[in-house]
């Protein structure tokens, strides 16, 4: 039952990051960070009291009665978990007041929470300046695009004794998100021993956020991080880290998922050349940026309906991603999407014309030019366009990313990424949107890309030009054969037979791959993208308690 306080709400409780903890997570973080009768507890962000009911259950069970300190920051919830505490007959202490602006004191053998989950978007102001000063003080300087949580995991670490444990529930954006850098390094510098508990249930009712439990204890450095999954919170009771992963400074931790002889197969494909980053192949640049695609991007009939002339747009490829998911966009396909009443031009005078003076200033009635990309560039209804790429790269995507070329030279927005290919491989490039649908680039997109809410597999472009490819002499041998088999997979492409065009690729481009080791490679994949998948469509099995 969750009970809701007055003035309080979930949509405001969503606001600042407090999402309430089901009972089998919280036991199981007091049970593993709570040792003695006399270890002193602090939890940095309690909401209403869950962690701290479980803390004060654990303490019971080792005869303590060794006071607990908490903090929080909202009035209501705050008295409600100094309440519980006098309900519970336990002595402690709840502070009212952000936790990031308390001058840490390394006192305490166990910080058991689960800190506020606040995107960078609304992470902002003086909440913001706290936790970037505070994880400063430390010596981390997190990126701007830190999450709330990033500085919390920092400064409570800062309130450990030197044998202190570490107890946290955090999103799973700690295993592979840029600004979670920082972090992931931080943890390898400060604490003896580090481990990750993943659910593959979401824990957390009505939020895709997927949770991990950082379980960190000691002092000192390691290069090995722990991994233990389990199916839900229900199986927290049989935790067993089965996989350790060798990590280094600057690296993501989303390998430890892997198996151990998938990666030995990408990292032999990758020092036989037969595959190689895409960067190799040319640059990844994001796609342009309008500042308001409602407006500057119209249908061929609305630009008709406009006045405009040919000169006032400029011809792209339609935002999404859906249309380039079958090896080519041609100009056939930009025509009829057009037709079909798809935003397939830009505006973009660079001399306007009468009707585009009058849009223009259509626009500045609606206040678009005030808009923030708009408001930065002169003119303001100019979009910044570079030259047209090669070839599109989805980078948001359910499945797996793809490359569609771009034969008739269209601009792209920012909703895929633009890849321009050097001269020296332009000869075999045309087949190398159908060479990237193998297994082994597959699993380098799950293993270097990020998951988001929904099961979506996103790659940013240094993403992208991470992702291992066939290289260009590998393409060089394998032409014909892929040029020969072109027509027919694209034909299964459109008609949605993905799986079955990679494995025809598979055929052709890793047909010298011991099958074994094949196997591996596709079986990682399906199960990193069924695992991500899975995550989006779970469900929480029961609706857990307040935090």
């Known amino acids: 039952m969750t009970i809701e306080l007055a003035g309080d709400s979930a ?58 300190r908490a903090h929080e920051l909202h009035p209501g919830t705050a008295a409600e978990a100094e309440a519980l505490l006098r309900a519970l007959d336990y002595p402690g202490e709840v502070r009212l007041g952000d936790f990031l602006a308390v001058t840490p004191e390394p006192l305490f053998e166990a910080v058991v929470g689960n800190p506020p989950y606040v995107r960078y978007q609304g992470f902002t102001g003086e909440a913001r300046a706290a936790g970037l000063s505070a994880a ?45 850098q920082e972090v992931r390094d931080y943890l390898l510098s400060r604490f003896a021993s580090v481990n990750v508990v993943m659910i593959d249930r979401l824990v957390f009712p009505g939020v895709q956020t997927e949770a991990v439990l950082l379980l960190a204890e000691g002092t000192g450095t390691t290069d090995r991080v722990g991994f233990a999954v389990v199916s839900d919170a229900a199986q927290l009771g049989d935790v067993r880290f089965n996989t350790v992963l060798d990590a280094k400074p600057g690296e993501r931790w989303t390998a430890a998922l892997v198996s151990s002889a998938a990666t030995s197969q990408l990292l032999s494909l990758r020092e036989t050349g037969l595959l190689s980053p895409l960067g190799d192949w040319g640059r990844v640049s994001l796609g342009a940026v309008t500042g308001n695609n409602s407006f500057f991007t119209l249908s061929p009939e609305r630009a008709r309906e406009l006045g405009l002339r040919r000169t006032d747009v400029v011809p792209i490829t339609p935002a999404g991603s859906a249309h380039l998911r079958a090896l080519i966009f041609s100009k056939a396909d930009h025509t009829a999407m057009g037709r079909q009443g798809s935003r397939s031009l830009l505006f973009r005078p660079v001399n306007p014309s009468a009707a585009a003076k009058a849009y223009i200033a ?113 393409l060089r041998r394998h032409a014909p054969e892929l040029r020969a088999s072109w027509l027919r997979l694209r034909a299964m492409l459109i008609a949605g037979h993905l799986d079955d065009v990679r494995v025809a690729v598979d055929s052709i481009l890793l047909s010298d791959v011991d099958p074994t080791s094949l196997h591996e490679v596709r079986e990682a994949h399906r199960l990193l993208s069924q695992r991500r998948r899975t995550r989006a469509k779970s469900r929480p099995r029961s609706p857990g308690t307040n935090a």
């Not at 409570?156 to 529930?169: K, Y």
């Not at 989805?394 to 927005?413: D, F, I, K, R, V």
Request: hydrophobic share 45%.
């Open 362 to 474: 259509h626009g500045e009635d609606l206040g678009i030019d005030q808009a923030y990309k708009c408001r930065v560039r002169t003119p303001w209804w100019r979009t910044p366009l570079g030259e047209a790429p090669d070839f599109f790269f989805t980078y948001m995507n359910e499945a797996t990313p793809q490359l569609a070329a771009n034969p008739s030279g269209l601009h792209c927005l920012n909703s895929v990424h633009g890849v321009y290919v050097g001269d020296s491989g332009f000869e075999v490039a045309d087949v190398l949107p159908l060479a990237a649908l193998n297994s082994a680039t597959a699993l380098s997109a799950e293993v270097g890309g990020r998951a988001y809410g929904g099961g979506v597999l996103k790659m940013e472009p240094r993403e992208a030009s991470g992702l291992l490819v066939p290289s260009l002499a590998a």
């Open 136 to 180: 400063l003080a430390q010596g981390v300087r997190l990126s701007r695009l830190a999450s709330s949580w990033a500085p919390f995991v920092i400064h409570a670490a800062a309130h450990l004794s030197p044998s202190g444990r570490l107890a946290l529930v955090l999103p799973a954006e700690l295993l592979s998100s840029n600004y979670a």
């Open 11 to 68: 949509e405001l409780r969503k606001a600042r990051g407090a999402f309430f903890t089901p009972p089998d997570v919280t036991d199981f973080l007091a049970r593993w960070a709570v040792h003695s009768p006399a270890d002193r507890v602090l939890e940095p962000s309690c909401g209403d009291g869950a962690i701290v009911t479980a803390a004060v259950t654990r303490m019971r069970e080792l005869g303590g009665r060794t006071p607990i």
